[in-house]
């Protein structure tokens, strides 16, 4: 049996609803719930954590029902997204804080400081601490309940953009070394990639697709899912069905094979990663080959050791390079050049509604 349950769980909070949620995950394994603002993610935590009730559906944690379990009962670790420490403690006394009736508690705060790192800081005020160590301390918190489920509600998304990438990379570490179970909110598409196992991309209150994270990222179930995701999407001019796995696009003038996924209806959207977009100079020696649209180079955008390049002519695109390569192929501005996707990576989904990037 799974670890964690959730089926069917809808409630209602104002004019919002969170509509038939179901999933199910195992033990060690982190569970990434990806969606824009307004969508439900910290909602659903919420409703896990025991903050709203469902008006229907069931949660079940290490084989037990705790839907209608009081929050104080449901042995969570939570983990918010100002770290929610107290800013009068010092580091020792905020981790303490959840073992007041530990005869223990002191022996067990200083494990846990010397697993988390942050021993050095015990007497300091967390008012002081950097980043990175609220978070080793707000984990350390806690960690000294012995959750059975850490819920992670936005942690990084008041962290500047220098500091963030090192504490996600820190965190993925600690889960990973704990084996923790965990949910982790977020609306960050990179946070997501190096965390989850699991991911799970919600819209509106409704999960439009969840899997392991590599199927969701590479096989969007639909033009939202793959726009969300960062993936380019654009509308074919024509489709022409070769069988059910395969078929012939119409992009920029151009006749590309593409891969169709779990498309019913005739009609779709192409899906593609912006770095499998592959580029060459229209006079270099190499033949177009197959799947090639003729553009020319648009804007270009130094992105550290990689290159945004966009696209222009029949269609608009965005191609992400290695810097490297930009300049091996003595590309420039106006240069025109032939745009390859390969078959394997242009996908043809199912059109839904998108949203202004």
């Known amino acids: 049996m ?10 209602v909070l104002g004019h ?19 969606g824009p603002s307004g969508s439900g993610k910290s909602a659903l935590l919420e409703t896990i954590a025991g903050f709203n009730n469902p008006f229907e559906g069931r949660i079940e944690l290490d084989g037990e029902n705790i839907t209608v379990l009081p929050a104080e009962k449901r042995e969570l670790g939570y983990v918010f997204q100002n770290y929610a420490l107290f800013p009068h403690l010092t580091v020792e006394q905020n981790i303490a804080f959840g073992l007041r009736k530990d005869p223990d508690r002191m022996h067990r705060t200083a494990e846990l400081m010397n697993f988390l790192g942050v021993r050095p800081l015990a007497k300091r005020k967390t008012s002081n601490l950097s980043g990175g160590e609220k978070q080793r301390v707000a984990l350390a918190r806690a960690l000294a309940r012995n959750p059975k489920l850490f819920l992670f509600d936005e942690p990084l998304s008041a962290v500047d953009a220098t500091a963030r990438e090192g504490l996600r990379d820190e965190l993925r570490h600690f ?14 598409r990179t946070e997501a990639m190096v965390l989850a196992d699991i991911l799970a991309v919600i819209r509106n209150g409704t999960i439009r697709q969840i899997g392991p994270a590599s199927e969701v990222f590479t096989h969007p179930v639909d033009s939202w899912v793959a726009q969300f995701v960062g993936m380019q999407v654009l509308r074919p001019e024509w489709v022409k069905f070769l069988d059910k796995d395969t078929a012939q696009v119409g992009i920029g003038g151009s ?15 192409v899906a593609f990663q912006p770095e499998d977009v592959l580029v060459t100079r ?8 197959e799947n090639t649209i003729p553009l020319v180079i648009g804007k270009v955008v130094p992105l550290g050791p990689l290159v945004r390049i966009d696209l222009i002519g029949n269609v608009s695109m965005t191609a992400l ?6 300049f091996e192929l003595n590309l420039h501005p106006g240069d025109a050049v032939n745009v390859r996707i390969n078959a394997s990576d242009l996908q043809l989904v199912p059109e839904v509604e998108l949203e202004t990037p």
Not at 259 to 266: G, I
């Open 2 to 11: 799974s670890y964690l349950i959730l089926h069917q769980i809808s409630i």
């Open 321 to 326: 390079i290695l810097r490297r390569q930009y």
């Open 282 to 289: 229209s006079d270099s020696q190499l033949p177009a080959g």
């Open 16 to 34: 919002f609803r969170l509509q038939r949620i179901s999933f199910a995950m195992e033990s060690g394994q982190t569970l990434v719930i990806l």
């Open 175 to 188: 889960l990973r070394t704990l084996r923790a179970t965990s949910l982790y909110v977020t609306h960050d």
């Open 255 to 269: 006749t590309l094979i593409a891969q169709v996924r779990n498309l019913d209806a005739r009609q779709g959207m």
